[in-house]
């Protein structure tokens, strides 16, 4: 089991659930989140105050899959996600230790699908 | 008989008092309209609608006082004011007796700034989420110059040829929705459709959007009523005839939904309740509560077949429907003029078609045909003129960050804190 967590831009949630949908994966979770890495924040002023290099609004989508589906993942978020431009975002993939299904107290890879 | 006339014009003070707040209504619809639209935007853009409203509140209003209300209703000819008023050169205390007898000429001007302000701001539901801040700003210009000034002398100016000719335009059915509708229609085909729309972007804040309606309903009577000039019984008409079509309006459009879609909904009462707002305006001073009743509901009727059925069908993108609701509305509200108006409630009208008088049908008709040829020629001039030299349009990235960070380094809401 590995934990998928996806960085991405704002305006492409919509492609990259559609791109997960059609690789059969239905479960996420996703927050706002505020960041930037390479891709400098924009600027703000307010009544003449600047504010620079402020943090971006980003998407982040955690995802959790059977080993059997860490590459489709993998390819459907970046199908949706990229642009090409610097902001696009980043994949990250870890282990799962456990995963347990509330309702039913099913365990492990079972529970997740 | 004319000597004899102004020597009888006597101030009202009653009637001064009511178009002073009738102004101040009409002057909160602009804030009014800002969150209507604001609140139908994505999150990333609402500051750029707010500021695109509020900025035409403070460049109309200087405009107006320099020269619009001169080009729009200082006595020139048939087809512009002339230069006579420029800086209210001459524009006192005493009445302009073509317009009222009984409130002073300044208060009919700023009575008259506050439609001016609005008009223009109404387009801005056409080209939101992509419009360069700078580029928007001499568009209004032009526009309120070239389009709303002399077409508002025309329907409404001592003299005007399509005044003369007959068009009824109570508070502004053509001057107002029909040119800004049309203007609305020439932008949205001219910028082109919005980035990243291949989902339908929902509008981030609803109770905005019905904050804004509020407003504008509100404001809407000093709008309507306000136009009788005074405390009279065309004005009580008109403020019970604007009620009633809104109401009737916001009541159709929800059963509309609840039939074709399953639910009525939030956006879907409001936005009817605006289209019965502004197709009842040209209207309002002329027909009964009844006859506001029933082009309520024809407003919902024709502004829903237009923005949930034809626009989809002919794919713009007119972000905010300032066509399928003002310019749609203020067409069908021009044409019911000519149907339902009665001499019984305003004997200084006509009849309309129903009341045994086809003739106001065809006149009605004509003025707007002439309003839509107008708008349409002129808005595209200017918009090729303002684009050529200024670029109308955002770069695709600040778009896709959204105007409020990339046109005025500012953002609405925070995430943190």
Redesign the interface.
Known sequence: MKLVIAII???RL??VKEELYKAEINLITVN???GHGRQKG?????RGVKEAGNL??KIRLEIAVNDNFVEPTIKAVIKGAKTG?TGDGKIFVMDLEQCIRIRTEECGSKAIG | MSSFREECIVINYVDTLFVLISAALVMLMTPGLAFFYGGMVRR?NILSVLMQCFVALCLLSVQWIVCGYSLAFAPGNGFWGGLSWIGLRGVGFEPFSDYSSTIPNQVFMIFQMMFAVITPALIIGAFAERMKFSAFLIFTLLWATFVYDPLCHWVWGSGGWLKHMGVMDFAGGIVVHTSAGIAALVATIFIGRRK?L??TPSPHNLPFVVLGTGLLWFGWFGFNAGSALAVNSVAVNAFIVTNTAAAAAGLSWALLEWIRNGKPTVFGIVTGSIAGLATVTPASGFVSPFSGLIIGVLASIVCFIGVAIIKPRFGYDDSLDAFGVHGIGGMLGTLATGLFASRAINSAGANGMFFGNPKQFLIQCAGISVAVGYTFVATCIIYKFVDIFFGMRVKE?DE??GLD??QH???AYT??E
């Open positions: 831009q704002p305006h919509e492609y706002e989140v505020l924009v600027t703000e002023v307010y971006l609004r431009e | 990333k990243n291949e989902h990235k896709t960050m960070l990339t380094h500012e953002r995430v943190l």
